[in-house]
């Protein structure tokens, strides 16, 4: 496990999770790169590298000819020749990949292929190889950095256990108490003061809620005041419970599948081509393969919409095309979002079935 060659295409994460596996991870890591993937093969070498590999580059010139890759690749058998290298044939073109292919095969060296869905080492050759599953070893950083997406900020610690408490109690509660409580905490910015409307003050189910949220810690109860404690206070009331409840579900499960969850953080803010700048809920590493998670309490008529399109819209970029996208909502999507969550194969979690998000989490990824 010397020397691995591999080729790059838009799809990273079968270049590198072999590297990061400790039965295979090689001292020295080739990359055939065609001029149309420098970036790519760039960001490679940027999440690769600080993790001990040498990272070179081996150009081609053109990734279609399948004379003109087998003429490099015969050049780089024999400039390599003495540490008989391993071939990934996952990634590039298919006549990179068939002239790549055939060289190793006529000098008898190990060719393998990374299972797109079941994170598993096919050996292509010696055929006689078991297949081998891979480990669950690269964090959100490396793994972001590998697709060109540069990680500014994230937060793995949970929020604070009596946070937790409540965040995990108002998932159990009405739509009509918690877009109450959204409006409560919307109108005390930047104040940290609401005043409640007289039908609020009448309302026993809203005071209750109210006076679990004082005696938590989170507000203060004035009659027909509310005073929220701190700006986090007021922000965790107008919607970031269900951040932080999300993140508790999540917590919860990769206790319970630490081999299969890996790495797992909040609002995690990215940066990726020329200064696109975004902000995630929720993301998290299963099986090697990237899921992103958008929460939102409040109304969502129009918002649902818009996160749909966002979660559609940086699937591939952030993570390659088996990336996967959950929307969380205290309010039930109409029909025409409903639609368009199941064509853009985004998993919805809303209204009554946000108790249970823990099994819909499970269920989702396959563990349960």
């Not at 150009?59 to 400039?79: G, N």
């Not at 071939?87 to 055939?102: D, E, H, Q, R």
């Not at 994230?154 to 009405?174: E, H, M, N, T």
């Not at 099986?287 to 998670?293: K, M």
Request: glycine letters at 4%; hydrophobic letters at 40%.
């Amino acid at each position: 496990m010397r020397h691995q060659l591999c080729l790059v295409s838009q799809q990273a994460t079968p270049n590198v999770t072999p590297v990061l596996d400790a039965g295979m991870k090689p001292q020295r890591l080739t990359l055939l790169v065609s001029p149309d993937m420098q970036a790519q093969a760039k960001a490679l070498q940027q999440a690769l590298e600080p993790g001990g590999v040498q990272v070179q580059q081996w150009p081609i010139d053109d990734a279609w000819s399948v004379e003109h890759i087998r003429q490099r690749v015969l050049d780089f058998a024999e400039t390599h020749a003495d540490e008989s290298p391993i071939l990934n044939a996952t990634g590039g073109t298919k006549p990179m990949s068939m002239a790549a292919y055939a060289v190793f095969r006529e000098r008898d060296w190990p060719v393998f292929y990374v299972h797109p869905e079941e994170d598993r080492v096919i050996w292509l050759h010696p055929e006689s190889r078991p297949s081998k599953p891979l480990e669950d070893r690269i964090r959100l950083e490396p793994f972001l950095l590998a697709h060109g997406v540069r990680c500014e900020r994230l937060d793995r610690s949970p929020a604070a256990s009596v946070w937790q408490q409540q965040a995990a109690k108002l998932a159990r509660q009405s739509q009509h108490l918690i877009s109450a409580l959204n409006g409560l905490a919307i109108s005390a910015e930047p104040s940290l003061q609401a005043a409640m409307t007289e039908k609020q003050a009448r309302w026993s189910a809203l005071q209750g809620l109210l006076e679990q949220l004082d005696a938590a810690g989170i507000l203060q109860l004035q009659q027909h005041h509310v005073q929220f404690i701190s700006e986090e206070a007021r922000f965790f009331a107008c919607g970031g419970w269900l951040e932080d409840y999300a993140f508790l579900c999540l917590q919860k499960l990769r206790s319970r599948f630490p081999h299969a969850i890996h790495d797992a953080a909040r609002n995690v803010q990215v940066q990726r081509g020329e200064g696109v700048s975004n902000e995630i809920d929720v993301a998290f590493l299963c099986n090697n393969q990237l899921h992103i998670i958008e929460c939102k309490s409040g109304q969502i008529s129009k918002k649902a919409t818009d996160m749909l399109y966002k979660l559609d819209s940086l699937r591939q970029p952030l993570g390659g095309i088996r990336t996967r996208a959950m929307f969380i909502s205290v309010r039930t999507p109409g029909q025409a979002d409903e639609k368009r969550a199941s064509e853009s194969r985004t998993q919805l979690c809303c209204g009554k079935q946000l108790s249970a998000l823990e099994v819909t989490l499970a269920d989702w990824l396959k563990l349960a």
